[in-house]
């Protein structure tokens, strides 16, 4: 059974960093999609950034370019998510995705092509 697991989240003022991490669980996730996405309460949900595991390609939401930076541990079954520069409208609930099924383009934004999801991990940037 597969099991996406965040952690690393908490609160920080403006300007600081923080570093999501996701856990994979039952399956090797290589030649997938996996990525993360964010809901803040009465916004819709936004992709932040996703990760080809197999080729490293990364797509980031406008929003988040230059800021974050989406990451992998192939030997640890582990993504990243390392935030730089946070600020107040970044606050939101994290999730990490992963695709169904292996892939061989460019991972998506869009958050119906993500068949597996984490629990969540709660960012609070303050000003």
């Known amino acids: 059974q597969v099991q996406l697991v965040e952690s690393g989240g908490g609160s920080v003022q403006t300007g600081g960093s923080l570093r999501l991490s996701c856990a994979a669980f039952?399956?090797?996730?290589?030649?997938?999609?996996m990525g993360w996405f964010r809901q803040a309460p009465g916004k819709e949900r936004e992709g932040v950034a996703t990760?080809?595991?197999?080729?490293?390609?990364?797509n980031y939401a406008d929003s988040v370019k230059g800021r974050f930076t989406v990451s992998q541990d192939n030997a640890k079954n582990t993504l990243y998510l390392q935030m730089n520069s946070l600020k107040p409208e970044d606050s939101a609930m994290y999730y990490c995705?992963?695709?169904?099924?292996?892939?061989?383009?460019?991972?998506?934004?869009?958050?119906?092509?993500?068949?597996?999801w984490g629990q969540g991990t709660q960012v609070t940037v303050s000003s």
């Open positions: 995705v992963s695709s169904l099924r292996q892939w061989a383009w460019v991972c998506p934004l869009g958050s119906g092509f993500y068949g597996y």
């Open positions: 039952g399956y090797t996730y290589s030649y997938y999609c």
């Open positions: 990760i080809h595991t197999g080729r490293g390609n990364t």
